[in-house]
Nanobody
């Protein structure tokens, strides 16, 4: 049975930092690319960062570049998202996703349902101004 569980969300003030974690079980974590998505109320789900199976490369959407860092520890089956200089517009539910492939495809950010096979339940991040 595959499990994907996010943690680390919370309520912070603008400019502060949070680190999200995503631990998986029941699958060969080290074989797959991983990503973080987020969804704010009334908005579509947004892919924000993706990392290759061996952490050899990672990608970010423009809105988080320079502020967020994705990483993974394959020995611990865990994915991370370090979020610095948080802004009120970062407020959303954050989701971890397991890719079908070992790399981030060209459409990873825009077609999450096609590119990712397993999803967590999410962790809420709220940034106050």
């Amino acid at each position: 049975q595959v499990q994907v569980v996010e943690s680390g969300g919370g309520l912070v003030q603008a400019g502060e930092s949070l680190r999200l974690s995503c631990i998986t079980s029941g699958l060969p974590f080290a074989d797959f690319a991983m990503a973080w998505f987020r969804q704010a109320p009334g908005k579509e789900r947004e892919g924000i960062s993706c990392i290759r199976y061996n952490a050899g490369s990672s990608e970010y959407v423009d809105s988080v570049k320079g502020r967020f860092t994705i990483s993974r520890d394959n020995a611990k089956n865990t994915l991370y998202l370090q979020m610095n200089n948080l802004k009120p517009e970062d407020t959303a539910m954050y989701y971890c996703a397991v890719a079908w492939k070992d790399h981030c495809t060209g459409s990873w950010a825009t077609d999450g349902s096609f590119n990712f096979r397993y999803w967590g339940q999410g962790t809420q991040v709220t940034v106050s101004s």
